[in-house]
């Protein structure tokens, strides 16, 4: 914008300059001319009572103490032919003179003045004065560079008051994006300084008003979370205790597993909610070790619905870029798709292998399959919450790798999640 603006002033700068001058320097060289031109004349008129009674002796005197004083070439021409002076050939403009005109004309070597003189009892006699270019010319090149760098010097002092008006208006826009670019890196506590004109204060305004509601309805919205995540903590020890009360240890020892496993779930989402910025260290997990229990949690239901389980695990640990609650969420999500999209009896395997520096996560079923689009958040044509394959897909990002769905071999679903290295090695 800066440079526009410069550019802008310079062209207008530069326009109305050669509009002021070009006529002054025309006009400059014109007074110029017509100095040198009434010097002259003046030279001649003074000739004239010394042409009009004086003998040629004397005439011849004068004339040469004339072109000798103004350093300009002096001629007179008397009625009988001679030429008294500088000795130049009869000119056109002589030539009327002698008739009883004066007047001043062009020449090759610039402009000659002739007056007739009469009163001569032998005629009219002719004064003729040439002026050459260079007095016709005398201290107008020195005029036009001092214009030009009059307007050289104009147009700098323009640029320069456009650059600091266009500062000012450049400086609060730049605040403006910095400000803006802080909050989206969710910096929610960045406020630009109004400034500049009254639009862009309002502007700052408006967006110091937007960042404050933001912050507020977040800060809502996190509590809001963190207490309805809170209250599931009370249907969670009932559990608990009906678990302890069951007579077979195995059943007991099973779900009280479960309602550990979903407690600690609830817990991280509390914090996870409470949090104003994610955690400074990188996040790491074994996808191995992770993958391994949530199938043998998962193998359980699976057997009592009647589902073949194939799982091919490759020996761990297998590091990756996702924190474990994430993970372990992602394969959650993963596996109860499975079931909660297929018919009872409907084998699913799962395969975790490393392939090309990623960790490769594959869950097929037999299954009919997902319809498309499914993996877009809030999504699902079966009447869940359509968010499942979104926390899969969002962890997988956080790895930097990504979600993969497809048909499967067998006519059913395939997901792949794909799981990038963690960014530093995990703590020992």
């Known amino acids: 914008m800066r440079a526009r603006l410069a550019l802008l002033v310079a062209a207008v700068s530069v326009l109305t300059l050669i509009a002021f001058l070009v006529p002054l ?19 001649a ?30 001629s007179v021409f008397l009625p009988d032919g001679t030429v008294l002076g500088a000795q130049t050939p009869r000119t056109p403009a002589v030539a009327l003179a002698a008739r009883g005109q004066s007047l001043t004309g062009e020449s090759a070597a610039g402009r000659e003045v002739v007056i007739a ?6 005629g009219t006699g002719v004064i003729r004065i040439a002026v050459p270019q260079h007095e016709l010319t005398a201290g107008v090149t020195r005029a036009w560079l001092v214009l030009a760098l009059l307007g050289v010097i104009l147009v700098l002092i323009g640029l320069l008051v456009a650059d600091r008006l266009a500062r000012t208006l450049v400086r609060p826009i730049s605040d403006l994006s910095a400000v803006s670019h802080r909050l989206a890196n969710a910096e929610l506590d960045a406020r630009v300084t109004p400034a500049g004109p009254p639009e862009l204060r309002e502007v700052a305004g408006a967006l110091n008003h937007l960042a ?23 249907p969670l020890t009932a559990l608990r ?21 979903l407690e600690r779930a609830v817990t991280g989402l509390i ?25 043998a949690f998962w193998s359980v239901l699976a057997e009592d619905t009647g589902r ?11 590091p990756v870029g996702v924190a474990a609650d994430n993970l372990t969420a992602a394969v959650d999500a993963l596996l109860g798709n499975v079931f909660a999209h297929t018919p009872d009896g409907t084998p699913f395997a799962v395969r975790l292998a490393r392939e090309a520096g990623e960790v490769v996560l594959t869950v097929a079923d037999e299954g009919p399959g997902m319809p498309a689009g499914a993996i877009r958040r809030g999504a699902s044509a079966a009447g869940s919450t359509g968010l499942g394959l979104d926390i899969a897909r969002r962890a997988a990002q956080a790895a930097g790798g990504r979600l993969e769905l497809r048909a499967g071999p067998q006519g059913g679903a395939q997901v792949l999640l794909r799981l990038g290295p ?4 995990p703590d020992a």
């Open 25 to 43: 320097a025309l006009l400059v060289r014109t007074v110029a001319e017509d100095r040198a031109t009434v010097r002259a004349t003046a030279d």
């Open 45 to 74: 008129q003074s000739l004239v009572p010394v042409v009009g009674t004086a003998d040629a002796a004397t005439i011849r005197l004068t004339v040469e103490q004339l072109a000798a004083e103004s350093g300009r070439p002096v």
């Open 117 to 122: 003189v009469q009163g001569r009892a032998d």
């Open 212 to 234: 404050t509601r933001i912050q507020v309805l977040l800060v809502q919205e996190r509590e809001q979370v963190a207490d309805l995540s809170h209250q599931l903590r009370t």
């Open 241 to 261: 205790l009906e678990a302890e009360s069951l007579r077979d240890p195995d059943d007991a020892a099973r779900i009280t597993a479960a309602a550990d496993g």
């Open 271 to 295: 914090r996870q909610a409470r949090w104003r910025h994610a955690p400074a260290q990188p996040a790491s997990s074994d996808a191995a070790a992770i993958v391994a229990d949530r199938v």
């Open 308 to 318: 073949a389980v194939t799982l091919d695990l490759t020996p761990g640990p297998l």
């Open 422 to 425: 963690p960014t530093s090695p």
